[in-house]
């Protein structure tokens, strides 16, 4: 016996303080809190347990703390860490094989949580192990508070399964803080510590007995203690067997889960030797960038937004909120959460096709090449371009042309043929790497795109897009997102992101594509005098829809923030009728608002070298009554490129003997008998104004447009033509009848069916 006492000695004395027990502890669940400190998510990381958060004793209820020294040791308070009293009843029991509550004391029972030696086995405690547990917990309680005692005791014993400690226990079966359990509940919490694993039935009895002593008077002096009451267990075993199946603390919770595994991803590869958790200001918690304000008001913008547009088949949707200055995540909506059916793909990584948000990017590259200013004119009309797959025809969204336009209308009001000529220019090659150096992630080269990228046919994020807006709002500098993980105080003014940032786009031409975005009439044609995407306060904004709807976005950016949106859906379907201005602007001028709603945003300094000057736009045609293309203006231009006249181009204002656009000549048609006639129609294009047209020698009628639209005379004479078996010869006449072009097409098939009555 004095041998086993001897051995046990050293490792009782090897005990933590209560400092390095707290210290050490680990919640299975990290907390992600944002940057004053607030919880963002809840998110699970150890499935080998479930632990919850340290709870101090000041944050147990009254009813548990009294219900546990009731049930598992009455004298903890006077004892100095082994029960004497209890030991000799104990023994005493066993001598006459009757039953006892037994000596262990909660301060034994520490040490066993602390120190795996003590721990009891299969076939119980060895003689060495209960000498070691008593030694081991009179060295706690010469070290320890009996306060600390209690504490780390609710904090590290195990309650029922993978429950560990009381946080975890009372959010997980009673789905409250653990200074919320009333009495019942606490009597039931008590009876798992004493059996963790029996039966419902049992821990119901059990339950049932610590309520009966939580109820009874407290004996005094005068009166000694009464004898055990009737407690109500009414109820009580199916009020366990429910708490008992009870499983609803989810793996994560809260308003970012995609961010809180962005944040949990950053921590652990900055970590080095140590747990990521180790370095926070808090065990369990890591302190991010993000506002939670901002975040809730971004989640159920997005989501309102969404249940707004049902029957149009899109429930998903994206949002990130950068900070200008820093380039911190303020706002991260990764999906629409329960919308969605596909809630756990984070949008704002996925990569989508941009559609229309590429042309700032492109237009400001065109203006720092000097191949255009704001002011140029661009010819917005059916364009044929030859690629090594056959011809690229652009079309507009509306499948209309406005003619030749100035490149401030063409970005502002989203022209795809404009912008398609500009990277003609351009050049595929040369604005993919204008993408890359804003931080695009083209997986292709320019050339694989083609003319097509202009109008967003490469896939990107939408963090990585909203960043190279972020660059345009910089003055052209690009700098990376910033660490999720927040450092300085949150107080603190943010700093400008200098390390890393790389002048990727000349300031000035930044400034001018800022100035486009921003101009409210220049977006008439297309958005209307009324947009959406207006707003109080100056912003810069740009939408973009990819092809057959699938993709909608606005990204823009103010003084100080920039917001990007994304709404479609995560599986690829098409949505139905669901534009930019209709899916992603409302959102993103939502965001935008709160944002700035106590806080003002004027518009940028124009950096040195640009120059403001008055420019004048020439008649639209040759005749003395012309209207000017563009009304007047003041527009900015980079050293070097102003001019005061715009007019049109010598062979757009001459006798143009005009041209057919489309179909193009050696064009072969093929028919499918199964699609009904008005279905299977070929456009004929052309961009002679008020033309006719003949099909092998026979004229067609004139379109209704010329007759009735007030502009035809001006306008691109279009016709629809229902085609036939056969070789043709497709002329375009003038108002007498003389052919200007012709083209020759084939059309192969066995006709059409006729539409049954």
């Known amino acids: 016996m004095a041998l086993a006492l001897i051995a046990a000695t050293p490792c009782a004395h090897a005990l933590p303080s209560f400092d390095e027990v707290r210290a050490d502890f680990r919640p299975s669940d990290t907390l992600i809190l944002d940057r004053q400190g607030e919880l963002v998510q809840r998110l699970r990381t150890d499935a080998s347990v479930r632990r919850g958060q340290w709870v101090g004793l000041a944050e147990v209820s009254p009813a548990l703390r009294t219900a546990l020294v009731l049930s598992e040791d009455q004298r903890f308070y006077e004892h100095s860490g082994v029960d004497w009293r209890a030991v000799s009843a104990a023994a005493w029991g066993n001598v006459w094989n009757s039953r006892t509550r037994g000596a262990s004391t909660l301060t034994m029972q520490l040490a066993g949580l602390l120190d795996g030696d003590w721990r009891a086995g299969a076939g119980g405690r060895s003689v060495v192990q209960k000498l070691g547990q008593t030694v081991a917990a009179q060295v706690l309680e010469r070290r320890w508070r009996k306060d600390q005692v209690l504490e780390a005791y609710l904090n590290l014993v195990p309650f029922r399964g993978e429950l560990v400690g009381l946080d975890a226990m009372s959010r997980t079966l009673f789905g409250k803080a653990a200074h919320g359990l009333d009495e019942r509940e606490a009597a039931v919490a008590v009876a798992l510590v004493r059996a963790p694993n029996a039966s419902p039935a049992k821990v119901a009895q059990r339950a049932c007995g610590v309520l009966r002593a939580l109820q009874a008077p407290a004996p005094t002096s005068a009166k000694p203690a009464s004898p055990p009451v009737a407690a109500d267990c009414t109820g009580l075993d199916s009020y366990v067997g429910n708490a008992l199946q009870r499983r609803d603390y989810s793996a994560s919770q809260g308003v970012a889960p995609h961010w809180a595994r962005r944040v949990l991803a950053q921590s652990r590869s900055a970590a080095t030797g140590t747990s990521a958790i180790t370095s926070t200001s808090a065990a369990g918690s890591l302190r991010s960038s993000l506002s939670a304000p901002l975040q809730r008001f971004a989640l159920d913008t997005l989501q309102r937004h969404l249940r707004e547009l049902q029957g149009r088949n899109v429930e998903d949707g994206a949002l990130v909120v950068l900070d200008n200055a820093s380039g911190e995540?303020?706002?991260?909506?990764?999906?629409?959460?329960?919308?969605?059916?596909?809630?756990?793909?984070?949008?704002?990584?996925?990569?989508?096709?941009?559609?229309?948000?590429?042309?700032?990017?492109?237009?400001?590259?065109?203006?720092?090449?000097?191949?255009?200013?704001?002011?140029?004119?661009?010819?917005?009309?059916?364009?044929?371009?030859?690629?090594?797959?056959?011809?690229?025809?652009?079309?507009?969204?509306?499948?209309?042309?406005?003619?030749?336009?100035?490149?401030?209308?063409?970005?502002?009001?989203?022209?795809?043929?404009?912008?398609?000529?500009?990277?003609?220019?351009?050049?595929?090659?040369?604005?993919?790497?204008?993408?890359?150096?804003?931080?695009?992630?083209?997986?292709?080269?320019?050339?694989?795109?083609?003319?097509?990228?202009?109008?967003?046919?490469?896939?990107?994020?939408?963090?990585?897009?909203?960043?190279?807006?972020?660059?345009?709002?910089?003055?052209?500098?690009?700098?990376?997102?910033?660490?999720?993980?927040?450092?300085?105080?949150?107080?603190?003014?943010?700093?400008?992101?200098?390390?890393?940032?790389?002048?990727?786009?000349?300031?000035?031409?930044?400034?001018?594509?800022?100035?486009?975005?921003?101009?409210?009439?220049?977006?008439?044609?297309?958005?209307?005098?009324?947009?959406?995407?207006?707003?109080?306060?100056?912003?810069?904004?740009?939408?973009?829809?990819?092809?057959?709807?699938?993709d909608n976005w606005a990204v823009g950016w103010s003084a100080r923030y920039t917001v990007g949106v994304w709404v479609g859906n995560a599986s690829g379907d098409a949505m139905h009728d669901v534009s930019g201005t209709s899916g992603a602007a409302p959102i993103w001028a939502a965001v935008m608002q709160y944002l700035h709603r106590n806080t003002p945003s004027r518009a940028p300094t124009p950096p040195a070298g640009l120059i403001r000057q008055r420019v004048q736009f020439g008649p639209t045609g040759a005749g003395p009554n012309s209207p000017a293309l563009e009304a007047a203006r003041d527009e900015w231009f980079l050293p070097g490129t102003a001019q005061a006249q715009?007019?049109?181009?010598?062979?757009?204002?001459?006798?143009?003997?005009?041209?057919?656009?489309?179909?193009?000549?050696?064009?072969?048609?093929?028919?499918?008998?199964?699609?009904?006639?008005?279905?299977?129609?070929?456009?004929?294009?052309?961009?002679?104004?008020?033309?006719?047209?003949?099909?092998?020698?026979?004229?067609?009628?004139?379109?209704?447009?010329?007759?009735?639209?007030?502009?035809?005379?001006?306008?691109?004479?279009?016709?629809?033509?229902?085609?036939?078996?056969g070789r043709h010869r497709i002329a375009l006449l003038d108002a007498n009848g003389q052919v200007l072009d012709e083209v020759r097409v084939e059309v192969r098939g066995a006709g059409v069916k006729a539409t049954a009555k």
């Open 646 to 725: 715009f007019n049109l181009p010598p062979a757009a204002t001459n006798n143009n003997p005009g041209r057919i656009t489309a179909p193009a000549n050696g064009t072969i048609l093929a028919l499918d008998p199964d699609i009904p006639p008005s279905r299977q129609r070929v456009q004929l294009s052309s961009d002679q104004p008020n033309a006719r047209w003949s099909i092998d020698g026979k004229p067609l009628p004139a379109p209704a447009s010329h007759a009735n639209h007030r502009s035809a005379a001006s306008e691109p004479s279009n016709t629809a033509w229902l085609p036939w078996p």
């Open 329 to 550: 995540v303020l706002a991260w909506v990764g999906s629409s959460g329960e919308l969605s059916d596909a809630a756990e793909v984070d949008g704002v990584l996925a990569a989508r096709q941009p559609g229309s948000t590429l042309k700032p990017l492109l237009y400001a590259q065109a203006l720092a090449e000097q191949r255009l200013t704001a002011a140029s004119l661009l010819n917005d009309a059916p364009a044929q371009l030859a690629t090594a797959n056959g011809l690229y025809i652009p079309q507009n969204y509306d499948h209309q042309f406005k003619g030749w336009v100035s490149a401030r209308t063409a970005l502002a009001a989203s022209l795809n043929v404009p912008a398609v000529r500009t990277l003609v220019m351009v050049s595929p090659e040369a604005f993919a790497r204008q993408l890359r150096a804003l931080g695009l992630p083209l997986k292709e080269t320019g050339d694989f795109y083609g003319y097509s990228l202009a109008l967003g046919s490469a896939e990107v994020p939408l963090l990585a897009l909203t960043n190279a807006y972020r660059a345009l709002a910089n003055g052209g500098r690009y700098s990376p997102v910033a660490p999720a993980l927040f450092s300085r105080p949150a107080s603190a003014s943010p700093a400008a992101a200098t390390a890393t940032t790389t002048v990727a786009i000349d300031p000035r031409a930044a400034f001018v594509i800022g100035d486009i975005l921003s101009d409210a009439n220049a977006r008439v044609r297309t958005f209307g005098p009324d947009s959406v995407l207006a707003t109080r306060f100056w912003t810069a904004v740009k939408t973009g829809t990819s092809k057959d709807m699938r």
